[in-house]
């Protein structure tokens, strides 16, 4: 999928660039890497004509829950995605290619990476987007918690990746602490000259749930929720 000249290269090494060779002579494929691409449509895109945010995160989280419910073989639910940092808009037009795997699963839980990059069909350029980490959570069963199986990392970025989801399964958690910490504490507030009350920034909006805002399990999934919060942070913003 990628261009031949250096510059078309991602500056890191990306799932599909390196193929690991089995003993066997096969090919490796990691065997939850789902693979999703989208031609961005009008429709996609928002007031400014590039793909809106909540659009790309509804795809990224839909491209995760396959990849997790592939490895766990059970219903999942997006727990949290870590923080993103989108590098680049993208145009109506350009190709969207998301990759997901699973980088390690815990008990009911699992890492799943996500990698977005942004194609020009034209030219075969390719640039990063973005790259996120979500958590995933198999969905009890009637047994109770599920017990998820363990990934095997086979090549060296896997294990890579292998060790740094402990570590940032370690930081997610303490943050949640920290967070529901700061929330529960009464902080004291500072008055500023010409300052905007928060209260004119409020928006608030009420979505009733239908069936296009629903996925494969016939529930509200985390990238539609992560579409409509950014609706109207946009607006808030405005
Ligand atoms: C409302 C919506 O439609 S949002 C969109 C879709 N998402 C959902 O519906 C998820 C809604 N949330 C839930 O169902 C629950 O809060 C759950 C399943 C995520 C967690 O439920 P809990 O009662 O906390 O379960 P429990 O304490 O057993 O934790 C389950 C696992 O989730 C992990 N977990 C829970 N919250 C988080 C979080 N915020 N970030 C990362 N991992 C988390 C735990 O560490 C645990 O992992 P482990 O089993 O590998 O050790």
Same mark, same amino acid.
Request: charged share 20%; aromatic share 6%; with cysteine.
């Given at each position: ?60 989280? =839909? ?8 490895? =766990? ?50 030219? =075969? ?114």
């Amino acid at each position: 999928m990628l261009g031949n000249s250096s510059e078309n290269k991602p500056p890191f090494a990306d799932y599909n660039t390196k193929l690991f060779i089995k003993k066997s002579g096969e090919v490796y494929r990691n065997p939850t890497q789902v693979q999703m691409s989208q031609i961005v449509l009008p429709c996609h895109a928002n007031h400014c004509g590039e793909l809106s945010v909540g659009q790309l995160l509804k795809w990224m989280d =839909s491209t995760a829950c396959l990849s997790a419910e592939r490895h =766990s073989g059970v219903s999942c639910v997006t727990a949290s995605v870590d923080d993103i940092n989108f590098e680049h808009t993208i145009e109506v037009g350009k190709v969207v290619n998301i990759t997901a795997k699973v980088n390690r699963a815990f008990t009911s839980s699992m890492e799943v990476g996500i990698l977005v990059m942004c194609e020009d069909l034209y030219t =075969s350029h390719q640039w990063k987007v973005c790259r996120a980490f979500a958590t995933f959570v198999a969905r009890r069963t009637e047994a109770g918690k599920v017990q998820l199986k363990q990934v095997i990392p086979h090549t060296q970025m896997e294990q890579m990746e292998y060790s740094l989801a402990a570590e940032r399964r370690r930081m997610r958690l303490i943050h949640a602490e920290i967070i529901t910490d700061l929330l529960s504490c009464k902080c004291q507030t500072q008055e500023y000259k010409d300052a905007v009350p928060a209260e004119r920034t409020r928006v608030e909006s009420v979505e009733l749930v239908l069936p296009p805002h629903a996925n494969h399990q016939v529930s509200t999934f985390g990238g539609q929720i992560m579409a409509w919060m950014e609706n109207v942070a946009t607006i808030a913003a405005r």
